[in-house]
């Protein structure tokens, strides 16, 4: 098999304006990736599945991974003008500004995203894998993808468990509903931030520590605006 | 009635189930097969549309046992997840254990001993076998054979999951592999006991084809049922013996080599038709050269350690980065993909179902076929719902 680097050497030679990343494995499998702009996607995915030399046909595993927002700290150093007393010419002292470099902590929230990898075999050349990952813009507005189900069949019920679990949107799949959890339900359970209902063990007719804790949560419920629904209120 | 194409679909050709329009006499019949029906192997729902006999439409309801094992597994550390991997198919646990261990040794580079490899490949086809037998025994009973020939495959997997109890201490739910290695050593009364077992599988597997190779009901109701053609079952991610008996020479055994396999003499079984008895029939003889696999390891079976000396069971934490390993579970291809970030708990854990995508094309395969079809080209699949909904 071409090494990760032809490979998308030859994806950009034949997709113009492809947008493909290397994204370098450090573990012991060495299994390096390549990261592909979202409007290119299915360009690119028919290009590897046509391909006679590449001919990978076998989309093997399609899974999600949650990068939630990250906060992090770090130590700037800047330049500031500071005012300073120094001796002047004459003896006499003098105000004078002065630069000054100051070492300052800040803080900036790098917005996390939703990552969407696919696991590519190739039954006729027998080589593989080839991981292609795809990014959303974030995690609650834009989390749109184009879905590769009408290149690879095998994509159609693994992203709808993407769709169920993390919340991508695949754009242009046929039959996009959720896969695991009822229909009714609301959040993503496999995103890094769910929270477990507390009426988890959720019974028809409510008793001891089971109803304390569902009045519980009826009770916020009401203080706060906009209650997220986890499809078990209803019942 | 009659079958047209839909357009949108006619650009991707294959890539869609047909679409097949009722002859416009009478009123279509939605039938909810399942979540428990008997032939459904478990909790599972196909909703069906029948015009008459026929089926027109069939969508697979999932979900009924979903636990969410991949979350539990990210907040449990690596070894945690290893018992918990036996739940997922568990008619094969030492393949399940096998794969995750495969993956993590990937992960972080282990090698694994001589001794330990050969004793995984003695255990996951003595599981492949008895896997194949029982869910042949299971399609059979679905064709109406109530008993008969489940009883003769689940006599013989007793014998073999008598050898797992008295190895790994439990006869399903085994938890036997470690990252670089097996958890405890085979005795030599172990691999006596082994020997004894393999010796007389050749003559089940004869017993059990003369009774059921040549049955004019199972000929029957088989050939020509649930075809499903080889270009569709590569691009439906299909695995397994669905996939070679749909005339694909594909098996991770052969393909990646993982383990040892590139040391055995084998061959792989290949349908022609793809369609029910094909898959029956690559299965049989999938059993055949099972055995020949197992004779070759246990006469080759070396002496030495079964655990990497480097291996660390406590405070186990992989470098950052990511792995997928798959191996050829007796369902189709098995996979798990890691993604750690230097913690005691894996960042991402997934585990690639073969039991759900080969359900990919159930209504392709079904469309047009009788509703008594339904559950014998269900039941060719093989799945396990403990490992559809995870």
Redesign the interface.
């Given at each position: 098999m071409k090494t990760v680097e032809e490979i998308k050497a030859a994806i950009e030679a034949a997709v113009p304006g492809a947008g493909v990343e290397f994204v370098s494995n450090p573990s012991a499998s060495a299994q390096h990736s390549l990261r592909i702009a979202p409007q290119s996607a299915v360009a690119v995915a028919k290009f590897l599945r046509d391909d006679a030399d590449l001919a990978f046909d076998f989309l093997s595993n399609v899974t999600g991974v949650d990068w939630p927002d990250k906060e992090i700290a770090e130590k700037v150093k800047v330049m500031r003008w500071v005012t300073k007393t120094v001796d002047g010419p004459d003896g006499q002292k003098v105000d004078q500004p002065v630069e000054e470099t100051v070492e300052e902590t800040r803080k900036r929230i790098e917005s996390g995203c939703l990552e969407v990898v696919y696991h590519l075999y190739s039954v006729g050349k027998k080589h593989g894998p080839l991981v292609l990952r795809m990014r959303t813009v974030n995690r609650t507005d834009q989390v749109d993808l184009p879905s590769l189900t009408p290149v690879w069949r095998s994509a159609e019920l693994q992203e709808r468990e993407v769709f169920d679990l993390y919340g991508v949107v695949f754009g242009g799949h046929p039959d996009l509903r959720r896969l695991l959890m009822w229909d009714g339900f609301k959040d993503h359970p496999m995103r890094r931030d769910y929270v477990e209902p507390d009426d988890f063990e959720y019974e028809p007719t409510p008793h001891d520590e089971v109803l304390k804790r569902a009045q519980e949560r009826e009770n916020r419920e009401q203080r706060t605006e906009g209650p997220r629904d986890r499809g078990l209120a209803a019942g | 009635m009659t079958v047209v194409e839909n357009k949108a679909e006619r650009a991707?050709g294959w890539?869609?189930p047909q679409v097949i329009e009722p002859d416009g006499e009478g009123e279509l019949l939605e039938v909810a097969m399942g979540p428990h029906h008997p032939s459904t192997h478990g909790v599972f729902r196909m909703d069906v549309a029948l015009d008459g006999e026929r089926v027109v439409r069939l969508k697979p309801v999932?979900?009924y046992l979903?636990r969410?094992h991949?979350?539990i597994a990210e907040g449990a550390s690596y070894l945690a997840s290893m018992p918990y991997t036996d739940r997922l198919d568990y008619f094969c646990s030492l393949t399940n254990n096998w794969a995750y261990a495969l993956a993590v040794e990937?992960?972080?580079?282990q090698v694994v001993p001589e001794r330990a490899e050969y004793i995984r490949v003695i255990l996951a086809e003595l599981t492949r076998v008895q896997n194949h037998a029982s869910s042949i025994g299971f399609l059979i009973q679905e064709m109406g054979a109530s008993g008969t020939p489940l009883m003769y495959a689940f006599k013989e997997r007793e014998k073999i999951l008598d050898l797992f109890e008295s190895l790994t201490g439990s006869r399903m739910m085994c938890n036997y592999m470690r990252f670089g290695g097996c958890r405890v050593d085979v005795s030599a009364s172990w691999l006596d006991a082994t020997r004894k077992v393999v010796a007389g599988l050749p003559a089940f597997v004869d017993e059990f084809e003369a009774l059921l190779s040549s049955n004019e009901i199972l000929m029957a109701r088989c050939q020509g049922v649930g075809i499903l053609r080889p270009e569709?079952a590569?691009?439906?991610?299909?695995?397994g013996p669905m996939l070679r008996g749909s005339g694909?020479n594909?098996d991770v055994r052969k393909?990646d080599h993982y383990g040892i396999y590139d040391r055995f003499k084998f061959r792989i079984p290949l349908g022609d038709h793809g369609d029910i008895y094909d898959r029956y029939m690559v299965r049989i003889l999938e059993m055949r050269e099972s055995i020949k696999i197992i004779e070759q390891a246990l006469r080759d079976l070396p002496a030495g350690p079964i655990m990497d000396t480097r291996a660390k069971l406590r405070g186990f934490r992989?470098?950052?980065?990511?792995?997928?390993?798959?191996i050829e579970a007796p369902k189709g291809?098995l996979?798990f993909?890691l993604?750690?970030d230097g913690g005691l708990n894996p960042?991402?854990y997934?585990v690639?179902p073969p039991s759900?995508?080969n359900?990919?094309?159930l209504e392709d395969m079904c469309l047009g076929h009788n509703v008594a079809d339904v559950v014998l080209i269900f039941g060719s699949v093989d799945i396990v719902l403990g490992e559809v909904?995870?």
């Open positions: - | 991707e890539n869609r999932f979900g979903h969410n991949e979350k990937k992960l972080v580079g569709l590569i691009n439906a991610g299909v695995s694909v594909y393909v992989p470098k950052p980065g990511e792995a997928y390993g798959r291809e996979g993909y993604i750690s960042y991402r997934r690639r759900l995508i359900l990919t094309i909904d995870r």
